[in-house]
């Protein structure tokens, strides 16, 4: 969990997730409606990106990828890749691949869950 982050009362989060700096994570679809109170699930492995906001109701599934500044409003399957206003699904965890020097997996810890 880096700096900045809120997560809201309700929140569940799972073992090894990562959450980048400024992710806001909402439990309140309606302002005052306790009835509503639900915080999102965040299942074992997933990364959520630099200022994501995550809303409430939703679960974002094991070793899934959330974009940095992505709005996630709908449900994250395991171990697909996510970006934009709202989320939309962009491809695979396992098909990224590391930009940077080495041609490996991006996420290679994650491949062998």
């Known amino acids: 969990i880096h700096t900045g982050v809120y997560i809201a009362q309700f929140t569940t989060i799972e073992d090894d997730?990562?959450?980048?700096?400024?992710?806001?994570?909402?439990?309140?679809l309606h302002?005052?409606?306790?009835?509503c109170m639900l915080g999102p699930t965040i299942k074992v492995g997933a990364r959520i990106g630099l200022n994501a906001t995550i809303l409430p109701h939703v679960v974002i599934g094991e070793n899934?990828?959330?974009?940095?500044?992505?709005?996630?409003?709908?449900?994250?399957?395991?171990?697909?890749?996510?970006?934009?206003?709202?989320a939309k699904v962009l491809?695979?965890?396992?098909?990224?691949?590391?930009?940077?020097?080495?041609?490996?997996?991006?996420?290679?810890?994650?491949?062998?869950?």
């Open 91 to 113: 491809g695979m965890v396992k098909d990224l691949r590391c930009i940077y020097g080495s041609k490996g997996m991006a996420y290679p810890e994650l491949q062998s869950r």
């Open 17 to 28: 997730v990562f959450l980048g700096p400024g992710v806001m994570i909402a439990n309140d």
């Open 31 to 35: 302002p005052i409606c306790t009835e």
């Open 64 to 86: 899934a990828l959330v974009g940095a500044g992505a709005v996630v409003v709908r449900d994250v399957e395991p171990g697909t890749v996510v970006a934009g206003s709202p």
